[in-house]
């Protein structure tokens, strides 16, 4: 008897808890038909980035970044540099970024993009950039992201605005 | 024989609650605990010779904490952990840093630090007994660090046969399990205390206020020369994301009574922490052993000898490798030597300790440690002039071998008692020796082109302490609704705090701009606290505890220290027992901060948080506790290092076993 009621107890202790460990909807996201967005948006931006490590401003400079059309609907992305001098995170791509004509702008966004580079010093480093984000409307283009380089310590959260520059 | 008794008369009395019931809550605060932390010996409550707060079991369990930190800010107000780079928790406690505030376990420092003071999720609760805390310098008892006050954390000395006791439980915040399982038996000439606990919390992302879209949106209307929102792009916070991590802390006591005179205590214990970051894994390790033997004479007169050690290891690992660029070794070896001797109502102790200290870490130049010496010596004379009267004066001498510095600390604390109420006035004097990273540091950060220097020529901290107060406790009989017992405590003091070690620009070292250690001017503390407690003889509680503070002189506030003049925490309470299998307490908690002293208004100003904890008593030995945090929803509007750790309202619940009770 005493089994019985200790047992009937963690029954239901376990289905409180089940009860609240919550439970997860899934969505499928709207199919949209694929436009040709990717001529418009590709070409080099110049304009301002800022990096944040911690939530604390690291650098703001005056970058160059590199749109390069791969699909009507794709792109790859140049990020330049970062740093200085012996902490320089060198030139780092993130490559098939899905582009959606929304309203009067253009929207990009990638989950995760893991890269290999190889830095000044010849040795290969890996790096992961998560979060990307490309705004482009009327010539100017906001890009978010998050840059996650060899072994350091810390996340660099990445913002750079810039005007596309006019091929001559 | 004789001998025995007190000492078991003694583990009773110091250990008024063990185990949790309806009766024992009750009984936690009517009987007269005992502290040792304000006079090195054991002491009634009420006749410490500084004002004691202590925490009691029923209290750490009534607060379901997990940890220190988590009781301690429910409990003392005034008292916030924040976080700094890194998420390495930083304290302040009434205006001092943590580094100025020493935690003791059982009497014995711990090695090893994170951003100011020790680990703090070392100090799992699952096998303590209670909490004492002496707000104000206490150097000329503890030494170094005992500048602001001191912590002692004091384990459970089970009495029973033999205990067992299997605890879990949940919280939403952060999908937190904790499990523990402690195990006790008394045989013969022997008692073993042995406790586990494994915490494990997963990432918490913190709410910002606008998505990288919503900003990305705005910035590109601005780019366009269109109407945006300039709110959107105001991002104060300094946190988004809590790292998860999980902890296994395993300790073990042996208590081995070889007769009446004689007493042995060995004792050992491991931790485990491991916390996700970003990028990278960081391993935390500690170990801590020790024996001390105990010999009486008589109840008058005894004599005491023990080793500690302790070591805090931490490395950085990536993919499960260890990267070797971040390890930390601190190792301390103590012994100690207490000699006391009571000559009627008075009592002198005398005692002695060293310290072998050493600290391995890649803050340091490549390839190079450091170690020192720290020898001491002390007396305390507890002088019982009348009944009413008490003057306990207490004088320490410290010497450090890496800096040779020398320190001497005094403390002089008078006691009297009025029919009415107690009076205490208290002079102290504390120290803090410069660590050896503050001396020795050489770290260029995260190879940033930034240095950290150290200073060897670093001065001791120094802070006089002055406190009076005023303690009435009494019963009301016969007076209706309010019949029961109260406590009221009223204590103002003034600490003044010199030669502050912190960082000054230190120019150009190599090519790299660098900050470097210096000792500063220092600050004065004013403060008052105030607390009172009520017990009705229906079964209501309240608990009611205010602090009042203000800095002046060279006052520096920095990202990750906030002090506030203003602060509170109060518990409103309630135990019945339905029938003879089922009991319930009920707390409401709540916990407020003022403003900070700083002024700043980028983040929230202060805030209130509410809890609710009900615990069911259910059966023998069996209790579910229940929570809500937050009870009413309180969100940061940024997340700064000083905010409180909380996406708005959590619950958690838990189920423990006392198998020896069913």
Known sequence: ?168 | MKIEKYFLAGMALSMPVIGISAQTFRDSIELEPVVVTASHSPKALKDAPVVTRLITLHDIKITDATNIQDLLIQEIPGLEFGFAMSQETSLNMSGFGGNAVLFLVDGERMAGETMDNVDYSRMNLDNVGRIEIVKGASSALYGSNAVGGVVNIISRENIEPWTANANSRYSSFGHEWRHGASFSFNKGKWNSQTSFQHTAIDPVDLPKAHSSMEIAQELLKKAQGLPYDESVLIDDSNLSRLYGQKTYNVKERLTWRANDHLTFVGRGGYFFRTSERDTHDYHFNGYSGGLKGRYAWNHERHLELSYAFDQYDKANYMDGTRTHDHDYSNRQHVLHALYSHSFGNNALILGADYMNDYLSTYQFATGTSHSQNNIDGYAQFDWNITEQLNIVGSVRYDYFSASAQKAFTERLAVVYKMPWMTFRANYASGFRAPTLKEMYMHFDMGNMGYMLRGNPDLKPEKSNNFNVAIERTNRIRNSGFLDGRYNFTLMGYCNVFDKRITTIDGGLYNGMESALYWNEDGITVWGVDASLGHIWDCGLMLKLNYSWMKETGSVYYSDFYQPRTHSMTWRIGYEHRFSRHYALDAALSGRSQGKPQSGRTDVDGGYTIWKLMLQHHIWRGINLNTAIDNLFNYKPKTYYYCSPLTTGTSFSIGLSIDFDRL
């Open chain 1, 1 to 168: 008897m005493k089994t019985m009621k200790i047992k009937s107890f963690m029954t239901m202790m376990v289905a409180a808890v089940a009860l609240v460990m919550g439970v997860s909807s899934c969505g499928s996201d709207d199919d949209e038909p694929e436009v040709a967005v990717a001529a418009e948006v590709a070409g080099s931006y110049e304009g301002n980035e800022i990096v944040m490590v911690d939530n604390d401003e690291s650098s703001n400079e005056t970058k160059t970044y590199v749109l390069t059309k791969v699909t009507d609907a794709s792109i790859d992305m140049n990020i330049p540099e970062i740093g200085m001098g012996m902490m320089t995170i060198p030139a780092l791509t993130v490559n098939g970024i899905g582009l959606k004509k929304e309203g009067n702008t253009i929207a990009g966004r990638l989950a995760t993009y893991n890269g290999k580079v190889t830095n000044a010093k010849g040795e290969e480093k890996a790096y992961t950039v998560s979060d990307v984000n490309i705004l482009f409307g009327d010539k100017n283009v906001v890009v978010t992201f998050s840059l996650k380089y060899g072994t350091m310590p810390f996340i660099m959260a990445t913002t750079f605005t810039g005007t596309k520059k006019i091929e001559n």
